[in-house]
Nanobody
Framework: QVQLVESGGGLVQPGGSLRLSCAGSGRIFSMYNMGWYRQAPGKERELVARINMIGRTTYADSVKGRFTISRDDVKKMVYLQMNSLKPEDTALYYC?????????WGTGTQVTVSS
């Protein structure tokens, strides 16, 4: 079992940057596929970025070139560096861990991009 706690959200102006952090737990954290999802009001939750246990990354088309996902298995952390933020990036961002069919979610951190 793994527990996930997100942090780093907030209010930022368009064009600004934020770095989200996800603190994980569990003996086998390094074996989990990790990801960031987001959900805007009235919309379905969507994948933003994910990174597997060997560091291979995948990004949604809408964030390619602007967001970077990374992980530190020693610290049991996952990060999402978000640059050139747009108002449409406004959402509740969730950290996700997946392993052998089991899914774990954090409670989310709010990102609001507005002038």
């Amino acid at each position: 079992q793994v527990q996930l706690v997100e942090s780093g959200g907030g209010l930022v102006q368009p064009g600004g940057s934020l770095r989200l952090s996800c603190a994980g737990s569990g003996r086998i954290f390094s074996m989990y596929n990790m990801g960031w999802y987001r959900q805007a009001p009235g919309k379905e939750r969507e994948l933003v970025a994910r990174i597997n246990m060997i560091g291979r990354t995948t990004y949604a088309d809408s964030v390619k070139g602007r967001f970077t996902i990374s992980r530190d298995d020693v610290k049991k952390m996952v990060y999402l560096q978000m640059n050139s933020l747009k108002p449409e990036d406004t959402a509740l961002y969730y950290c996700h861990a997946g392993f052998r069919g089991s899914d774990y979610w954090g409670t989310g951190t709010q990102v609001t991009v507005s002038s």
